[in-house]
C-alpha cells in the first residue's frame, strides 16, 4: 500500500468511485454539505441538505481483486435532521447538515456528532446480526400469545440474521445556539465537545444535554455594534484545554480553558497585517476565514479565506509561515463574486494524515493540492467525464490571460454553479472523497 | 463602462479599483462604481429577508462594506455634497421622482433576481451625461420601495425632515454605530423588519411577517402577501404614534 508521507509528485491520483445520481435536475435536498472520514478511515460519512446522513463503509480488500483497494459501499443512511419551524421569529429552521464528526471508537458501535444550524445530536451507528427466536409469550410475528395455550417453557436462542445497520440517536443538544452553528469539535478527552454558532461557543458532555457551558462569547451589548462573527472553532488534537476560532476579520483566537470559565481574552491571537497596495473595498469579505483545521501533529493551525490557504505555526502569530494562492485569478472579478455572491461561498480545508500536502475546493468543480514541502501544487477536476475506473486524474490549468493553450480553461469559462466546498482525506492513507454538489467522488492513488 | 451599457456587471477587470485608491479618487467612473457598489450592497442587505434566517456572516460583511464605503465619501466630500442637497424643500420632490422610479422596478420584479439594481443601471444608462444630484436620485430609487413607508413617517415627524436618501443611509448607519439618541425611536418607527432596524436584521429577529421580506419591499413581494403587509402598516401608524408620545414625554 503506497501513500503515506509520499511526495505529491510521485503520486497520482485515479478515479476510484462515485456516488449519486447523474441527473441534470439535481434535487437540491441531496446536495452535499458535509464530508468526514472517521478515525480509521473504514468508515466515510457524508451529510446534505435534506438532513440525511449516508455511511460508507470500505470493503475489505480481497486477494482476488487486488487492484480494487478496498471500496466504499454504502453502510447506512438515515434521516438525522428534520426541518423545523421556529415559531417566536416566524422563521424556518433548515435541516441541512452542517457538519459531522466523529467520535473514537471504543466498542462496536460507531458513534457520530451531526448538526444542523440550531441543534446537535448524537447517533450510535451498530450492527445487529443476531435475533432472538423461541420468545414464549409471543409468537415469532410479535402477537402475544394466549397464556392458557402455552404448555411447555423454551429458552428463547440467538439465531443468525441479515446484518442490519441500524442508527439510533442516543442524544439531542438542542436549545442552546440563538445563532447558526458553524462546527462542531470533538475534544481529545472524548467526554466533550464544543459548538460554535456565529457568536458563540459552548461546552457540552456527551452524557448531559439540558446544560452546555459557554466558552465564548463574542455577542456585543448593542447588536448595532457587531462588525465580526466566528467562523469555525476546533479543539487542539491532543490538548484538550486548547482550541481555536476563527473570525470573519481574518484572525484566529487560541484560547485555553484552563485560564478562565469564559474564554474571551484570548491566550494567542493570529492576524497577518494587511498588504496596503492589495486593499479594496472587498479586502475584509475575502480575508474572512471559512475554516481552520489543526494539523494532526497540534502544531500548526491552517485556515481558508477566499482566495488563499494558509498555514500558521502556533508559535509565530504575527504572520502565516505559508501561504498558498488557490485561484487568484479570481482577484479581478471579486466585484461579479461579490454581485452574485460567491465571495462568500465557505470552501474548506483539509490536511493529509501526515500534514505534508493540504487540499482544498475551488470552482468548475476543481480541487487543489499544495505539497507543503516541494511546494508543487497541482489542480484536479471531479468530473463524469473523467470517471473511468481508475482513470488517472490529469492536472487541470486556468489560463489567465492572453492565449489559451489546448488543455487550459479560460477564467470567463469557468463554472461557478459547480462549487468544492467539502472534501476529505483518509487518515492514513492516499485516499480522498471530494463532494461536488450532489456527487461524491472518490480517489485513489495508483497502485503500482 | 457605463456607456456601453453594462447591465448589472460591474468594474471588474479595471485596475482602477484594485489599485491605490487615492489616485484614482479624480476619475469620475470611479464615483459612479463606489455608488453602485453601495446600492448594490444595500439591496443585498434587504435580500436577507428570506424564510430562513438570514446569513449573519454574510450580512456582517456586506453591513461592513456599506460603512466603508461611507467612511471614503464621508472623507471625500462626496457625502457633504449628498446632505446639502437633500435637506430643504426638495423633499416633496424627490418623494415623487423616486415613487415613479420605484413604479418601473416593481414592473422588473418578476424576470430579474436583482430588479432594484438592474432599474438602476437601466436608468443610468440614459442619464449619462447627469451630474452627481441625478446620480443621487436614481441612486435613491433603490431604496424607494422603503421609503414609501419613511415619507408617511417624515410628514408626520417634520423635526426628522432628511432626504429619503440621508434619512436611509442615516438610519444604518446611526443604528450601527449608534450615534444618534434617536436611533431607539429610528428602530421602533420601523418595526416592520425594513433594513433601517439592523439590529433586526442581523438577528433575523421578525416580529410581523411570515414570509420575511422587507415590509416596505412590495416590489419583492408575492400578491398574496400584500394583504397582510397592509394589515402591519395600518398597526404600525398607531405604534409610531404612541412611541412619539413616549418619547417625547
Avoid at chain 1, 428534520?82 to 416566524?90: A, G
Avoid at chain 1, 487560541?254 to 484570548?266: E, I, K, Q, V, Y
Avoid at chain 1, 505555526?313 to 504572520?319: A, I
Avoid at chain 2, 433601517?196 to 416580529?207: A, E, F, K, P, V
Wanted: charged share 25%; hydrophobic share 35%.
Amino acid at each position: 500500500v503506497a501513500g503515506f508521507g509520499s511526495l505529491m509528485q510521485d503520486v497520482l491520483w485515479c478515479f476510484s468511485q462515485v456516488k449519486g445520481t447523474i441527473d441534470i435536475g439535481v434535487t437540491e435536498a441531496d446536495i452535499i454539505s458535509t464530508v468526514e472520514f472517521n478515525h480509521t478511515g473504514e468508515l466515510l460519512a457524508t451529510g446534505d441538505k435534506g438532513g440525511r446522513v449516508v455511511i460508507f463503509q470500505r470493503e475489505q480488500e480481497s486477494k482476488n481483486q487486488p487492484h480494487r483497494r478496498g471500496e466504499y459501499n454504502v453502510y447506512s443512511t438515515f434521516q438525522s435532521h428534520e426541518p423545523e419551524f421556529d415559531y417566536l421569529k416566524s422563521l424556518e429552521i433548515e435541516e441541512k447538515i452542517n457538519k459531522i464528526r466523529w467520535l473514537p471508537q471504543q466498542n462496536a458501535a460507531y458513534f457520530l456528532l451531526s448538526t444542523n444550524d440550531k441543534t446537535v445530536k448524537l447517533w450510535k451507528v451498530s450492527e445487529r446480526d443476531k435475533r432472538p427466536e423461541g420468545y414464549n409469550l409471543k409468537d415469532e410475528d410479535g402477537r402475544l400469545r394466549d397464556p392458557s395455550m402455552i404448555t411447555m417453557l423454551r429458552v428463547p436462542v440467538l439465531r443468525p440474521t441479515d446484518l442490519m445497520v441500524e442508527a439510533t440517536p442516543r442524544r439531542v443538544f438542542a436549545n442552546a445556539h440563538t445563532y447558526h452553528i458553524n462546527s462542531i469539535s470533538v475534544n481529545s478527552d472524548y467526554e466533550t465537545y464544543m459548538s460554535a454558532d456565529d457568536l458563540r461557543i459552548n461546552l457540552w458532555n456527551f452524557e448531559i444535554t439540558n446544560q452546555s457551558f459557554n466558552i465564548v462569547d463574542i455577542k456585543p451589548a448593542n447588536m448595532e455594534e457587531l462588525t465580526e462573527v466566528i467562523t469555525a472553532a476546533e479543539f487542539h488534537p491532543h490538548h484538550c484545554n486548547t482550541f481555536v476560532y476563527s473570525s470573519s476579520k481574518g484572525t484566529i483566537r487560541l484560547c485555553d480553558m484552563r485560564t478562565a470559565a469564559l474564554c474571551d481574552r484570548h491566550a494567542k491571537f493570529f492576524e497577518e497585517p494587511e498588504d496596503p497596495s492589495n486593499r479594496s473595498f472587498f479586502s475584509e469579505i475575502i480575508s474572512s476565514i471559512s475554516d481552520v483545521k489543526f494539523s494532526h501533529s497540534g502544531r500548526y493551525i491552517m485556515t481558508r479565506d477566499y482566495l488563499t490557504v494558509k498555514v500558521w505555526d502556533l508559535n509565530m502569530e504575527n504572520r502565516p509561515i505559508e501561504t498558498y494562492q488557490v485561484h487568484d485569478y479570481l482577484r479581478s472579478k471579486l466585484c461579479s463574486l461579490y454581485e452574485n455572491d460567491c465571495i462568500f461561498d465557505k470552501f474548506e480545508c483539509v490536511w493529509n494524515g501526515s500534514d505534508s500536502v493540504i487540499m482544498t475546493g475551488s470552482y468548475n468543480n476543481f480541487f487543489r493540492m499544495f505539497d507543503r514541502n516541494t511546494k508543487r501544487d497541482v489542480t484536479l477536476e471531479a468530473s463524469r467525464e473523467n470517471s473511468k475506473p481508475r482513470a488517472i486524474l490529469k492536472p487541470r490549468k486556468v489560463c489567465v490571460g492572453g492565449k489559451r493553450r489546448k488543455d487550459e480553461i479560460s477564467v470567463d469559462s469557468l463554472d461557478f454553479s459547480k462549487k468544492i466546498l467539502h472534501t476529505a482525506w483518509h487518515p492514513s492513507e492516499n485516499i480522498i472523497a471530494v463532494a461536488a454538489t450532489n456527487n461524491l467522488y472518490i480517489f485513489q492513488d495508483k497502485v503500482n | 463602462m457605463f456607456v456601453r451599457g453594462l447591465k448589472r456587471k460591474c468594474f471588474d477587470g479595471e485596475e482602477d479599483i484594485e489599485g491605490t485608491l487615492a489616485g484614482i479618487k479624480a476619475i469620475p467612473s470611479y464615483n459612479l462604481q463606489r455608488q453602485s457598489l453601495l446600492d448594490m450592497s444595500l439591496v443585498k442587505l434587504q435580500l436577507c429577508h428570506m424564510l430562513v434566517e438570514p446569513n449573519l456572516c454574510r450580512s456582517v460583511l456586506i453591513a461592513n462594506t456599506v460603512r466603508q464605503i461611507q467612511e471614503e465619501m464621508t472623507q471625500d466630500g462626496t457625502w457633504q455634497m449628498i446632505n446639502t442637497q437633500s435637506t430643504g424643500q426638495a423633499s416633496l420632490d424627490r418623494l415623487v421622482s423616486t415613487d415613479i422610479l420605484c413604479r418601473s422596478s416593481r414592473e422588473q420584479a418578476e424576470e430579474k433576481h436583482v430588479p432594484s439594481y438592474g432599474t438602476f443601471n437601466k436608468d443610468f444608462d440614459g442619464d449619462q451625461g447627469q451630474d452627481s444630484s441625478e446620480t443621487m436620485s436614481t441612486a435613491s430609487s433603490v431604496q424607494a420601495p422603503r421609503n414609501l413607508q419613511g415619507n408617511v413617517w417624515e410628514m408626520e415627524n417634520p423635526q426628522e425632515n432628511k432626504g429619503n436618501f440621508q434619512k436611509s443611509l442615516d438610519q444604518i448607519f446611526e443604528t450601527l454605530e449608534n450615534k444618534s439618541p434617536n436611533s431607539v425611536e429610528d428602530l421602533f418607527s420601523e418595526v416592520d423588519n425594513s433594513y433601517y432596524d439592523l439590529d433586526t436584521m442581523l438577528t433575523g429577529m421578525m416580529s410581523n411577517t411570515k414570509m420575511g421580506h422587507c415590509d416596505g419591499l412590495e416590489t419583492f413581494s408575492s400578491p398574496t402577501n400584500t394583504a397582510s403587509n397592509s394589515n402591519c402598516k395600518s398597526d404600525l401608524n398607531e405604534l409610531d404614534h404612541i412611541v412619539e408620545i413616549l418619547v417625547e414625554s
